[in-house]
T-cell receptor, first 116, second 117 residues
């Protein structure tokens, strides 16, 4: 089974509006971490936000927030007040437990286009 | 935040030659580094885990004799694509984890775009 699933290959959003990028995950490990990365056309991977499985509150970092629904195993990224510079590929990733602490699983990505 | 530097960013080589890509952690010691391969418009595929002072751990389906990984120091890992062929053309990204921190997030290099003619 896929560890990380991103069902939206492409998304469009109007500048200044909010957008939600979907991510669901699959793990039986009670301890895990969820990450979102942004990859602009230059190719570099930029860390956006992190959510730990035991965190009680949803993570927020500036315009980015993570809608963590543990029972549904979803970790959607919400970008508020979209900017043209937000146009990029976005990857959801998961790190499981202690044994494979350093092994990250990536989703297939969502290409976000912000329209002026 | 932690910085990982990758070099070269772009390389073009002839078929049959070998290419070395370097990955350096600039401001922290990385006992473990990771090498990913990314095809156009696709996700990152973990190729191998590079461990300082020991052999790399390769993912299933990745040829260890084709993709040689050396992690000679706590700040440097290298990936050598041996006898490169056009199908090896891809975007290769290294990363390192600061597992000592709470999040243990991955820090990525800038990536290396390999084109084999």
């Amino acid at each position: 089974a896929q560890k990380i699933t991103q069902t939206q290959p492409g998304m469009f959003v109007q500048e200044k509006e909010a957008v939600t990028l979907d991510c669901t995950y699959d793990t039986s490990d009670p301890s895990y971490g969820l990450f979102w990365y942004k990859q602009p056309s230059s190719g570099e991977m930029i860390f956006l936000i992190y959510q730990g499985s035991y965190d009680q509150q949803n993570a927020t970092e500036g315009r980015y927030s993570l809608n963590f629904q543990k029972a549904r195993k979803s970790a959607n990224l919400v970008i508020s007040a979209s900017q043209l510079g937000d146009s990029a590929m976005y990857f959801c990733a998961m790190r499981e437990g202690r044994r494979n602490f350093n092994k990250f699983y990536f989703g297939s990505g969502t290409k976000l286009n912000v329209k002026p | 935040g932690a910085v990982v530097s990758q070099h070269p960013s772009r390389v073009i080589c002839k078929s049959g030659t070998s290419v070395k890509i370097e990955c350096r952690s600039l401001d922290f010691q990385a006992t473990t580094m990771f090498w990913y391969r990314q095809f156009p418009k696709k996700s990152l595929m973990l190729m191998a885990t590079s461990n300082e002072g020991s052999k790399a751990t390769y993912e299933q389906g990745v040829e260890k004799d084709k993709f040689l990984i050396n992690h000679a120091s706590l700040t440097l890992s290298t990936l050598t694509v041996t006898s490169a062929h056009p199908e090896d053309s891809s975007f290769y990204i290294c990363s390192a984890s600061t597992s000592g921190l709470t999040t243990g997030e991955l820090f990525f290099g800038e990536g290396s775009r390999l084109t084999v003619l």
